[in-house]
């Protein structure tokens, strides 16, 4: 079955630095989400990723997808406080699989 | 639109009860997928129901089922309790059962501690 490995598994970053969180998988990615949550709550939806190559961006979070790597990278410019919570990844390797997930990158923002 | 919503949001119940919780999802999706979520095991898929077919399980025993019904709402059930059933419990929808294509949209997550 195909297994997710996120890193850093936590990550504590000063306001205003960037950063980067991985996601990769052990077989072949069709479909990779990014999910933040924060604790003990519901995740929130941030982008998905479909092809090998493509890179997606909303405010000032990126995210990238490289098929023959079998990884997606998870990029933060700027970070802010409202930044902290803990970043999930998903895929699936075929049409219909459930989503499997990684762990999780626990982020916590410092002024 | 309204998002997913979860009852309860949380629930305290003793070993041996059973449970059942409730997931409304986002009008119009058909798909409706839960999870359980602990600190040591992560994410995990129990199972998903489309069009209130069951159309993919997970790993967990029998003691876990669910259904969906004609307006899309689901219910899962856990029957004798034990403690490490204690999680929070993600439900989530999408329009159809193909994750590839629809984004899964979760709700707020029901809380269970079992004592």
């Known amino acids: 079955s195909q297994e997710l490995e996120q890193s850093p598994q936590s990550l504590i970053v000063q306001e205003g630095k960037n950063l980067t969180i991985n996601c990769t998988s052990s077989?072949?990615?069709?479909?990779l989400y990014w999910y933040k949550q924060k604790y003990g709550e519901g995740l929130i939806f941030l982008m998905m990723?479909?092809?090998?190559?493509e890179e997606k961006s909303h405010e000032k979070i990126t995210a990238k997808l490289d098929e023959k790597k079998q990884q997606s990278s998870l990029h933060i410019t700027a970070s802010q406080p409202s930044h902290a919570g803990i970043y999930l990844c998903?895929?699936?390797?075929?049409?219909?699989?459930?989503?499997?997930f990684g762990k999780g990158t626990r982020l916590s923002v410092i002024a | 639109k309204a998002g997913v919503t979860q009852t309860p949001r949380y629930l305290i119940k003793t070993r041996g009860q059973q449970v059942t919780l409730s997931c409304s999802p986002i009008?119009?999706?058909?798909?409706v997928s839960w999870y359980q979520q602990t600190p040591g095991q992560g994410l995990q898929f129990l199972f998903e129901?489309?069009?209130?077919?069951?159309?993919n399980k997970g790993n967990f025993p029998g003691r876990f089922s669910g259904r969906q019904f004609s307006n899309s709402r689901s219910e899962m059930n856990v029957s004798t309790l034990e403690l490490g059933d204690s999680a929070l419990y993600l439900c989530?929808?999408?329009?159809?059962?193909?994750?590839?294509?629809?984004?899964?949209?979760f709700g707020p997550g029901t809380r269970l501690t079992v004592l």
């Open positions: 989530a929808s999408s329009l159809t059962f193909s994750p590839r294509a629809d984004t899964q949209y």
């Open positions: 077989k072949t990615l069709y479909g």
């Open positions: 990723l479909q092809k090998g190559g």
């Open positions: 998903g895929a699936t390797n075929s049409g219909n699989t459930p989503l499997v």
């Open positions: 009008s119009g999706h058909r798909s």
């Open positions: 129901y489309f069009s209130e077919t069951q159309r």
